[in-house]
C-alpha cells in the first residue's frame, strides 16, 4: 500500500510537473491535445455517416456490421495496426502523433455511427411527416425535427468515444505518441513504481472527469420538452453504444 | 523495423504456431475465468440491488466510475494491492464485467411480465421455484445480451495485461510486434482477437437459441 504514498508524493513534488523534456505538464498536454484532435477527427467522420444512414436507411446493415466488428478490435489493436503502415508511409514521420491519432479516430467512429443511427431511426416518423408537411426541406427535417430528437442519443455516443479516446490515449505512448501512459510503460520498463502510480491516478482522473463534463454537457443541451425518463432499456449487442474500457 | 520488411511473414507464423496457441490459450483462459467470476458476482449484487431497492443507484455509480477508468491505469492502481500478478489481472477484468452484467440482469428481471409471474403463482409455484423455472428462463435473452457484451470487452481487454506481465495475445501485439517493430506479430495477434471476440459472442449467441428455444420461435 505504500506505493500509493509515493505516487502522490511523485505527484506532489512540483519538478515532476514543469520538466519541459519530460514533466507532467508536457505528458498532459500531449495526452489532452491528443485526445482532442482525435475526438474531433471521429465526429467529422462518424456523424455525417450515422445521421445519413440513419435518416435514410440506406447502407444501414453494411455500416453497423462494420461498426460491430470495429469493436471486436481492441483498442491496442488499433494502435498495432496502424503503426505498420504509417511507418512505411511516413517514415520517422511514421512514429507519435501520427499513428496515435489514426488510430484513435477509428477507435472512436463507431460509437459515434452506431448511436447516431440509432437516435436518428427511434425518431417518431409522425413527427418527420409533420416537419415535411409543414412544407420542411429534407435538410432542415434533418437539421430541425431528427436531430434535436436524436440528440440524447447522439451525444451519448460522442460521450462514449471521448472516453474511449482518453483512455486509450494512454497506450500511445508505446508508439511514442508520449501522453501520461509515457510515465506508465516506460516506469514499468525501468522499475520506477512511484511515477507508474502517479499517472495511473492521474489518467483515472482525467478519464472520469471526461466522462463527467459530457454526462453535463448531455444534461444541459436536451431541451427538457423531450427528456426521457422511465425504465432503463437492456444493453443489447448492436444497439446503442456503451462505454467500452480501453487502454 | 526495415522499409523491406513484410507486413506478413508466413515462415514466421509456421515456425511459431506452438507460441501463438499458447498465447491464445492463455487469453482464452483468462477471459473465460474473468467473464465467469464476473457473472457469478453480478448475479449476487443484481439479487441485491432487487431485494433492496436502494443499494441498486450506488451499485451502478460504483461499477460505472470503475469503468470509466482506462484499464492500464487500474492494472497498475491494484500492483500496490496485488502485486505484478494473474490475481492483479482477473481481478481488474472481473471488475470490468460488472456494470453490464449488473444492469443486464436486473433490467432483465424487472422485465419479467408481472402477469407472467402471477400465472406461474397461481400454479402453485413457491419463491424460489417460481424464480428458476419462470422468471430466470424468461429474462435469459436479456442476461445472454449483457454476456456477450461483457465477452466481448474482455477479449480485447486482455491484451492490455501484457503491460503488467501477463498478456495472451496482447504479447505478440506489443511485445513481440510494436516494441520489436514487427508487423507479423502485431497483425496475428490482432486478428487473433479478433476471431476470438466473433466466435465467443456466436457462441453465447447460440447458447441463448439453445436456452430459449421459443424466444427463436416469437421472432426475436
Given amino acids: 500500500m505504500e506505493l500509493f504514498g509515493q505516487g502522490i508524493a511523485w505527484l506532489a513534488d512540483p519538478a515532476n510537473w514543469t520538466d519541459p523534456r519530460n514533466g507532467i505538464f508536457l505528458r498532459l498536454w500531449e495526452h489532452v491535445s491528443l485526445s482532442a484532435a482525435a475526438l474531433a477527427a471521429a465526429i467529422a467522420i462518424g456523424l455525417p455517416i450515422g445521421v445519413w444512414i440513419g435518416h435514410t436507411g440506406r447502407g444501414a446493415t453494411a455500416v453497423i456490421a462494420i461498426a460491430n466488428i470495429g469493436r471486436a478490435v481492441p483498442s491496442i489493436g488499433w494502435l498495432g495496426i496502424v503503426f505498420p503502415l504509417t511507418l512505411v508511409a511516413f517514415g520517422r514521420g511514421g512514429l507519435g502523433f501520427v499513428p496515435s491519432v489514426i488510430a484513435l479516430t477509428a477507435l472512436g467512429i463507431p460509437p459515434i455511427v452506431t448511436n447516431a443511427y440509432a437516435g436518428m431511426r427511434e425518431v417518431d416518423a409522425d413527427l418527420v411527416e409533420a416537419g415535411r408537411g409543414m412544407g420542411m426541406r429534407e435538410m432542415d427535417v434533418v437539421r430541425q425535427v431528427e436531430i434535436p430528437v436524436a440528440l440524447p442519443v447522439i451525444l451519448a455516443g460522442i460521450r462514449v468515444s471521448a472516453v474511449q479516446i482518453v483512455a486509450t490515449a494512454t497506450l500511445a505512448a508505446i508508439v511514442g505518441g508520449g501522453t501520461l501512459g509515457d510515465f506508465i510503460i516506460q516506469g514499468i520498463f525501468v522499475r520506477a513504481l512511484d511515477r507508474v502510480v502517479g499517472a495511473a491516478i492521474l489518467v483515472a482522473i482525467l478519464a472520469i472527469l471526461t466522462e463527467l463534463a459530457f454526462s453535463l454537457l448531455e444534461r444541459r443541451a436536451i431541451s427538457p420538452g423531450i427528456r426521457r425518463g422511465g425504465q432503463a432499456a437492456p444493453i443489447e449487442p448492436g444497439g446503442v453504444a456503451l462505454p467500452r474500457v480501453a487502454g | ?220
Fill in chain 2, 1 to 220: 523495423m526495415n522499409a523491406d520488411e513484410p507486413f506478413i511473414r508466413f515462415d514466421w507464423i509456421i515456425d511459431n504456431l506452438g507460441q501463438i496457441g499458447q498465447r491464445l490459450g492463455e487469453h482464452v483462459l483468462m477471459v473465460v475465468a474473468s467473464v465467469l467470476i464476473g457473472f457469478v458476482i453480478s448475479f449476487g449484487l443484481a439479487l441485491l440491488a432487487r431485494s433492496h431497492r436502494w443499494t441498486y443507484g450506488p451499485i451502478i455509480a460504483v461499477t460505472s466510475t470503475l469503468y470509466a477508468i482506462p484499464s492500464l491505469a487500474l492494472f497498475v492502481l491494484l500492483i500496490p494491492i496485488t502485486g505484478l500478478s494473474l490475481t492483479t489481472g482477473i481481478v481488474a477484468l472481473v471488475l470490468y464485467t460488472l456494470l453490464i452484467l449488473v444492469r443486464n440482469i436486473v433490467v432483465a428481471l424487472d422485465g419479467v411480465p408481472p402477469e407472467v409471474v402471477e400465472a406461474a403463482t397461481g400454479m402453485g409455484y413457491g419463491p424460489l421455484q417460481r424464480f428458476w423455472r419462470v422468471e430466470l428462463p424468461v429474462a435469459t435473452p436479456v442476461i445472454v445480451a449483457g454476456l456477450r457484451i461483457a465477452t466481448v470487452t474482455t477479449v480485447g481487454l486482455v491484451a492490455i495485461t501484457t503491460f503488467i506481465g501477463l498478456g495472451g495475445l496482447g504479447y505478440l501485439i506489443i511485445n513481440s510486434g510494436t516494441r520489436r517493430f514487427f508487423p507479423t506479430s502485431i497483425y496475428v495477434g490482432v486478428a487473433l482477437c479478433v476471431v476470438l471476440a466473433v466466435v465467443a459472442d456466436l457462441l453465447l449467441l447460440w447458447l441463448q437459441r439453445r436456452l430459449t428455444p421459443w424466444a427463436a420461435a416469437q421472432g426475436r
